[in-house]
C-alpha cells in the first residue's frame, strides 16, 4: 500500500472525483505557489469507490476556495494543524466567478476589451449554470451538461 507523510501544517482536499484533481490543480494555480503538493489519484474510497486526493502545504487563505467550490463542491476541504484536522469547510457553488471560467461569446466585450474580467453569476442552482455578466451567455458545468 502507498503511504504519504503526514501533513503537519495546510489542506487536504479529499473526495475529488477520480480523475480530477489535475484539474483542480490547473484551477487552483499550484504550479505557480511555492508550497510542497502531493497529489494521490485513484485512492481506494468506500464510499466512492476511487477517490482522488490533494495534500497542500500552505496555509487556507492562499486557495481560492470559490473555484474548489466550482470544480466540484462535494470536496471536502479538512485544514490541518499540528498533524490535526482543526476544521473542515462546506464549499457551495459560488454566487461569483471572476477569471475561473470565460465568455465563449466571440460578441461579448471580454473578447475586444482583453484586459476586462470574466465575470460570471450563478444563474440556476440546480442545472449549474453560470451566466457572463456582459452578455448573458450560458456557461454549464461539465458534469451537469
Not at 1 to 7: A, D, F, H, I, P
Not at 31 to 39: E, N, P, R, S, Y
Not at 43 to 66: Q, Y
Request: net charge neutral.
Amino acid at each position: 500500500m502507498l503511504s504519504v507523510g503526514q501533513l503537519n501544517e495546510g489542506v487536504v482536499l479529499d473526495h475529488i472525483q477520480a480523475g480530477k484533481s489535475m484539474d483542480i490543480y490547473k484551477y487552483l494555480k499550484l504550479d505557480k505557489m511555492d508550497c510542497c503538493v502531493a497529489i494521490i489519484k485513484n485512492a481506494r474510497s468506500d464510499k466512492m469507490g476511487r477517490k482522488d486526493i490533494i495534500k497542500v502545504e500552505c496555509p487556507i487563505e492562499d486557495l481560492n476556495l470559490d473555484v474548489l467550490g466550482f470544480v466540484d463542491h462535494n470536496i471536502t476541504v479538512n485544514i490541518i494543524q499540528n498533524g490535526e484536522i482543526v476544521q473542515k469547510k462546506i464549499l457551495s457553488l459560488p454566487e461569483k466567478l471572476v477569471n475561473i471560467i470565460h465568455c465563449k461569446n466571440p460578441r461579448c466585450i471580454t473578447s475586444i476589451e482583453q484586459e476586462l474580467d470574466h465575470i460570471f453569476f450563478l444563474a440556476d442552482e440546480e442545472n449549474e449554470v453560470y451566466r457572463c455578466k456582459y452578455c448573458e451567455e450560458k456557461y454549464r458545468s461539465s458534469k451537469k451538461k
